[in-house]
């Protein structure tokens, strides 16, 4: 519900902050008793001595709160209100072989608290993979005949679309006419940041003179007009754009994650043009795509633990995490940029803050998976290496950015998709009083990452 | 409304000199000659001047373009809202001073043991909409006008200006300035306008009226 999302910012209250957390335990503790069929004496408070091994759920947090840079020797579990009056419990590892643990995430963990000071895990129960979606006969005849048999094709670029010492838009120029006279897909899935409120030259304010305009932009959302809308303005109109903001967006007053739609008459884009949430799920034809912008790859500080966990790719297992934890960005706190400053106070390093996923903790709520299931294609862009893989029967795509910051090309993510057919086998039906299908976007998908 | 012991003056009453008395400066750095200063409207600084066709750096004479001004206005609101929202939480306590960005489940609670204070947001909200307020008012034409900004030095000051303005200067440089400022405070009042803190103030005063 996009309305949702229209909520003030810049006003975080911290008992409402605390709400949502507890919250999140519950949920996932409700799901493990269901998933593993435990009674409720199965679970007990892990902060308190006890004889027997226990079931208990919470969140992985640092043993010492002051403490940033963890290990998975200084972990320690919260429990919520009602499992264990919020009390944190240190975590020993040593009788666990295989796991992979990061700050902010929800666990279901067995274990026992032999001497009243730590709990020691034997295992960890891995939490359930949330369900795919799935749509009727009806349904499927309806998006197959509005494709006329062809593969329904998306293009999924990702900002900054300038390098970090221009404001030159000619790759994006470029991109547009291949756009329209080559790749010519149905959908464009454009990421922020439109323009970067973190670009260095609008830090040093050394901005440009743009010598084909005859008045000069006055602010940055006057350069988004002037610049860049007029190229924007020249995708041609049977392909339907959805611009997803960033956080980082100078054109977003609402500078949180989850983040407000971006205004898309003030934006003076034309009508096949369609301004979402960030994050934001929705459906092209059958497919439901789920998209977060917001670097959970990158903010993801991974502790695996075991040679079996440690020598998967790192991409497979936060890929996991994400369908697991079900929200985009499971992370807490998230992640910041700061950068060193030269000068000292007392010895102390100074840093200066940049930028950071700038969570609205209170409404953390609306960045889980909407339904409790899992779209079929999650697109979550990241600094880190563009990548496009198949993980528990979701397609996982970081298409990467669009210009360098050096301005080499970047990359962009091409989808293709062929139309969903209830007769060639790739649907699996479920059978109930009326028959549903999984789609199988997986297994009727090409994605390719190739150079804009 | 807590009744009439919650009542507080209204904050606009407060001179700006005292209610902005923690509010960061506006660095500017100048896109020619990259020196860095502190912008505090049409007063007084060794660094910058106001001009009759804008902006001005002092070492360069370079007049700054409004998008040179704005672009670094507007990054810089942008960090101050990005800072608040990295959600530093620090205790009371001052034997215990714990700083972190963990949040208990019961929020106010101190996660160092048997500490008893409570924990409070580093940068509040009513501190980031000051900010916000304090921009605001160095690109407002009447307090320029009325000499009624926050002083950028004090007497003693290393770099307490060498010159003076005089107030016909500036009422007549404000005037010639007017457009750059309206652009300056447009940017301002684009995250104005998102600040709950602002609407929350003003639900605080109905609850009060209707009590009555
Ligand atoms: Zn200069
Ligand atoms: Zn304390």
């Known amino acids: 519900d996009p309305e949702k999302y229209k909520f003030r910012t810049m006003r975080q209250n911290l008992s409402d902050a605390a709400d949502v957390l507890d919250m999140q335990i519950e949920i996932i503790a409700e799901i493990v008793q269901n998933h593993y069929k435990l009674s409720a004496s199965e679970f007990g408070d892990p902060t308190i001595q006890a004889q027997s091994e226990i079931h208990a759920v919470g969140r992985i947090v640092p043993e010492s709160p002051s403490d940033e840079s963890v290990n998975t020797e200084s972990l320690a579990l919260e429990t919520s209100r009602m499992a264990g009056i919020g009390r944190r419990v240190r975590l020993n590892l040593t009788d666990v072989n295989e796991v992979s643990l990061f700050l902010g995430q929800i666990v279901a963990v067995k274990g026992k608290n032999a001497d009243g000071d730590s709990f020691k895990a034997t295992e960890f129960l891995p939490l359930p993979y949330p369900e795919s979606p799935v749509s009727t006969a009806d349904e499927i005849q309806t998006h197959q005949k509005a494709l006329n048999g062809d593969p329904l094709k998306v293009t999924v670029i990702t900002g900054p679309f300038t390098s970090n010492d221009s404001f030159d838009f000619s790759h994006l120029t470029n991109f547009v006419e291949r756009l329209n006279t080559e790749i010519k897909p149905h959908a464009l899935i454009m990421f922020g940041p439109l323009i970067d409120v973190t670009h260095p030259m609008i830090a040093a304010g050394t901005l440009p003179h743009f010598p084909h305009l005859k008045s000069q932009p006055q602010t940055l959302d006057d350069l988004f007009l002037k610049v860049m809308a007029p190229i924007l303005k020249n995708i041609r109109s049977n392909i339907q754009v959805i611009l997803i903001p960033s956080t980082r967006d100078a054109l977003s007053k609402h500078a949180a994650y989850p983040q407000d739609s971006l205004d898309r008459k003030a934006l003076q884009l034309p009508k096949n043009f369609k301004c979402f949430a960030n994050p934001a799920t929705f459906q092209l034809n059958e497919v439901f795509f789920g998209c977060s912008n917001v670097d959970t790859f990158k903010d993801i500080k991974e502790m695996p633990k075991g040679g079996n966990t440690s020598m998967r790719d790192r991409f497979d297992r936060v890929s996991e995490h994400i369908l697991q934890q079900r929200r985009y960005y499971p992370v807490f706190p998230g992640g910041i940029t700061k950068k060193l400053l030269p000068n000292t106070e007392g010895g102390n390093k100074v840093y200066e803050h940049i930028s950071g996923a700038d969570l609205d903790v209170p409404y953390l709520g609306l960045t889980e998976f909407v339904g409790n299931f899992t779209p079929d294609i999650i697109l979550i862009p990241s600094e880190m290496n563009h990548f496009a893989k198949v993980e528990q029967n979701v397609i996982m795509i970081n298409p990467g950015r669009f210009v360098k910051p050096w301005g080499h090309q970047g990359t962009y993510a091409d989808i293709s998709i062929s139309a969903p057919d209830l007769d060639n086998g790739k649907l699996t039906k479920i059978e109930g009083p009326e028959p549903v299908y999984l789609h199988n976007v997986w297994k009727r998908a090409r994605v390719d990452i190739a150079n804009i | ?212």
């Open chain 2, 1 to 212: 409304g807590s009744g009439i012991n919650g009542l507080q003056p209204l904050e606009s009453t407060i001179p700006d000199t005292e209610r902005f008395k923690d509010a960061a400066n506006l660095k500017l750095n100048c896109p020619n000659c990259s020196a860095t200063f502190d912008f505090g409207g049409i007063v007084a600084s060794n660094y910058y001047s106001m001009s009759y066709n804008g902006l001005q750096c002092k070492k360069c004479e370079h007049l700054f373009a409004p998008l040179q001004i704005n672009s670094q206005l507007e990054r810089s609101i942008r960090s101050h809202i990005s800072l608040y929202y990295a959600g530093w939480l620090q205790c009371d306590d001052p034997t215990c001073g714990n700083v972190t960005r963990q949040i208990s489940v019961f929020g106010k609670r101190c996660l160092n043991d048997g500490c008893t204070g409570v924990m409070r947001y580093r940068y509040s909200d009513k501190k980031l909409y000051n900010q916000l307020l304090y921009f605001d008012s160095l690109f407002n034409c009447e307090k320029n006008k009325n000499c009624e900004l926050k002083p950028l030095y004090h007497t003693g000051d290393r770099d307490f200006p060498q010159e003076k303005l005089n107030e016909s200067s500036i009422k007549a440089l404000t005037e010639q300035n007017r457009n750059l400022f309206e652009s300056n405070r447009s940017v301002v009042q684009k995250y104005l306008s998102d600040c709950a803190r602002r609407y929350v103030d003003m639900g605080s005063i109905f609850d009060f009226m209707q009590q009555r």
